[in-house]
């Protein structure tokens, strides 16, 4: 793995029990993600609107970073959250899961509608969640590797 490669999970969810079961999450998975987590849909909204004054950094942003998405938060929802990313140009490539615990067809759906690339339902305990982004890591890795088995992102 390249020195300059800085995976990022960012983890918006109301829910501070949530937050931490991630963040411990991510520890016990060996994986190099850089956990950043918000209270809702607004303060990552704020965040992102930041980022994408800068094309260079959108883009190498984009390729490093993973976004797992709460749908229920107040002040700004997860479908509000995510429409507004996937119609912004400059941030509609950003992978977005949503992390929920809606098991709704609807609640589904929707979110693949708005795009969503992926839906999981949050799980009941620590080990399938340390599964779970083991996995994500594993799949996000894969797709940010050349045909030489290097990363395709560097900060220079």
């Known amino acids: 793995m390249d020195s300059d490669y800085l995976p990022q999970l960012l983890v918006v ?3 501070p029990e949530d937050l931490l079961l991630i963040r ?15 209270r809702d849909g607004e303060e990552l909204m704020e965040a992102l609107h930041l980022l994408s004054e800068n094309d260079q950094e959108v883009e190498l942003f984009s390729h490093s970073t993973i ?3 709460d749908l229920n ?10 429409r507004d990313i996937k119609n ?12 929920s ?8 759906m929707n979110s693949y509608e708005l795009g969503a690339n992926s839906y999981i339902c949050k799980p009941d305990d620590l080990a399938s969640l340390e599964r779970i982004i083991g996995e994500v890591y594993r799949y996000w890795f894969s797709l940010n590797r050349d045909s030489h088995g ?6 220079e």
């Open 73 to 82: 938060m107040p002040k700004k929802d997860g479908r509000s959250c995510l």
């Open 13 to 15: 969810d109301d829910d």
């Open 88 to 99: 912004n140009s400059k941030l509609a490539s950003l992978p977005i899961i949503v992390f």
């Open 24 to 38: 411990t999450a991510v520890k016990r998975s060996n994986t190099p993600f850089t956990v950043k987590s918000f």
């Open 150 to 155: 290097h990363t395709s992102i560097s900060q």
């Open 101 to 108: 615990t809606s098991e709704s067809g609807e609640d589904i």
């Open 67 to 69: 976004v797992f998405l």
